[in-house]
């Protein structure tokens, strides 16, 4: 406003020095006209020498005259080029206020008066406006591991393939970050071609864009609303398109879907539900639970797999099922993982050292480059060991984020911290491949123990995995174990631990001091020295029969 105000207000003053050349190039030329005529032909005579002398008032005021009109013209010229460059430099403020510097889209502000417009003109026509919410998927691996130039070209390449697809009369708008907007009119009876259109932009953002001998490939979700449907305002119908685009990410991502009421239920619990996760994270509501860890040869208890769950005020203990998915997409799951790390490393200072603690690192964990400082200050913090910590991550989030993944996962290493490949098996991974990877143990995915039908089967593959670990001098943990015969198949094929409701339920930090305590594993709070070791079980028996003597004993 006030760069828009001080042009107009140059504008008056240059209007008015025109008015002024103007006034005295006219004056001249009448003049010239009135005393020009005789007096210039009497100069000419004087000149060439065949006329008498000429007064010199009179030579001085015609090229006086000559002179202003001379003056006259060049300043016009000049004013005229000066009007131009002004003229020029407020379109590019005005199209710097309304455009976005770096994809020359729409920026929010110039969207919404825009749309505000279209939405007035939609009305006596009986059009609706459709509102398209596009948000890139996959852009912030982009910026993490290729840097903000690269994300910039993906930016600009992005908004070229927007433009190309969307009709002459449509706006498109960047509204920040990697989030885009698109308005156009369209007969409310043929919700087809918004459909169409967004199909095709789907389409276009999964082609790989190249830039720098470097691909990207990125994905688009979309969201749409109609203004149609009750709404008259451009802010709500952002939102709704904003609450339906949550939607076709959480479909699967690249895809598009078109904003219901029911959409917004959901869209509240859920931010309810984030609400409550933050408040339960800084109130230290979120607790360690923990699975045994066996080994099955001699029933031994060998360490621990660490679980988050949520003691919620109202609701009571919430497992993580019901919470975890949700916290990993909205990018809580770090935080929430290194408070409840923290209160188990502060339990198990006082547990026999020779017991593990094993964490789950999550995807979005994985892409925190800051991860292996965040763990070893909560080592140095609680005073735990750092070979007694094992991270498990996921077979598939390891191999499809290879390039992020190995180093940190050295890093982590480097300081003590064993690491495990958790739900081996889900993919295809090469024994090369596996041989490079730097982890100490593979644990094989409890998927292969859950059919019943295909037990047979499972074990052949889980013998199969056995076999490969054991010539790439790899341990193995199967997961899932829950007969007594199973387990016993599973000791025979060689597997060196194993965990499942075979040896016991999940347990909550007072189940797991009981456990420790009958079985002399706790130790006084200033104790150094290991006790004597005194965790076996009654191991496996050799024949099918028998009670599930495996099973640990607690109480609760």
């Not at 998927?137 to 690269?150: C, E, Q, R, T």
């Not at 631990?497 to 009958?518: C, D, N």
């Not at 005194?534 to 607690?554: I, Q, Y």
Request: net charge negative.
């Amino acid at each position: 406003m006030m760069a828009s105000s001080a042009i107009k207000n140059f504008d008056s003053r240059g209007v008015h020095q025109e008015l002024i050349t103007g006034s005295v190039v006219i004056a001249a030329i009448v003049m010239f006209i009135w005393t020009g005529g005789s007096a210039m032909m009497a100069v000419v005579r004087y000149l060439t020498g065949v006329g008498p002398n000429v007064e010199q008032l009179l030579l001085t005021a015609l090229l006086l005259n000559i002179a202003l009109i001379l003056f006259g013209w060049r300043r016009y010229r000049d004013l005229e080029i000066e009007l131009r460059q002004r003229r020029e430099t407020e379109e590019r403020a005005r199209i710097l206020a309304e455009t976005d510097s770096l994809t020359g889209c729409l920026n929010r502000r110039s969207f919404v008066e825009k749309a505000t417009e279209m939405l007035a003109q939609a009305e006596p026509t009986h059009q609706s406006v459709a509102i398209l919410l596009l948000d890139l998927d996959h852009f912030k691996s982009v910026n993490d591991v290729h840097g903000h130039d690269a994300g910039d070209q993906v930016l600009i390449t992005a908004a070229r393939r927007i433009k190309a697809v969307m009709p002459v009369s449509a706006m498109t708008a960047r509204l920040g970050g990697d989030e885009f907007a698109c308005a156009l009119l369209f007969d409310p009876r043929l919700p087809d071609h918004v459909d169409a259109l967004a199909g095709q932009l789907v389409k276009g953002m999964t082609e790989p864009i190249v830039e720098n001998g470097l691909h990207f490939r990125v994905g688009a979700s979309i969201g749409i609303a109609r203004s149609d449907s009750g709404v008259d305002d451009i802010g709500m119908l952002l939102k709704q398109a904003d609450i339906a685009m949550y939607w076709a990410k959480k479909r699967g991502r690249n895809g598009h879907a078109w904003f219901d009421a029911s959409m917004e239920r959901e869209f509240r619990f859920r931010h309810a539900l984030e609400a409550g996760i933050r408040q339960g994270i800084r109130k230290g509501e979120f607790l360690p639970h923990y699975e045994p860890q066996i080994d099955l040869s001699d029933g031994r208890i060998v360490g621990f797999d660490i679980l988050s769950y949520w003691n919620h005020p109202v609701e009571g203990v919430i497992p993580p099922a019901l919470f975890a998915p949700f916290a990993e997409e909205n990018g809580l799951v770090g935080e929430l993982s290194l408070t409840v790390m923290q209160r188990a490393f502060e339990e198990a200072r006082n547990w026999d050292p020779s017991l593990i603690l094993s964490a789950p690192v999550s995807l979005v964990q994985l892409k925190d480059q800051w991860l292996s400082q965040k763990v070893c200050k909560l080592l140095v913090e609680t005073g735990f060991v750092a070979n007694r910590l094992e991270l498990r991550i996921g077979e598939r989030a390891l191999l499809e984020h290879l390039d992020i993944g190995q180093p940190l996962l050295g890093s982590l290493k480097n300081q003590g911290i064993r690491i495990a490949l958790d739900d081996f098996g889900t993919v295809y991974c090469s024994p090369a491949r596996l041989k490079d990877l730097p982890v100490d143990r593979i644990r094989i995915s409890r998927g292969y123990l859950s059919s019943l039908d295909q037990i047979e089967e499972n074990l052949s593959i889980i013998g199969a995995i056995m076999r490969l670990a054991d010539h790439l001098a790899l341990p193995v943990v199967v997961d899932g174990i829950e007969g007594l015969d199973v387990g016993k198949r599973v000791k025979e094929l060689g597997c060196a631990h194993g965990l499942g409701p075979l040896f016991g339920p999940i347990m909550s930090i007072g189940q797991v001091r009981a456990l420790l305590t009958e079985r002399n594993l706790l130790l006084p709070p200033q104790a150094n020295a290991p006790r004597a070791d005194s965790r076996s079980a009654e191991a496996l028996p050799a024949n099918a029969g028998g009670a599930p003597t495996a099973r640990l004993s607690h109480s609760g």
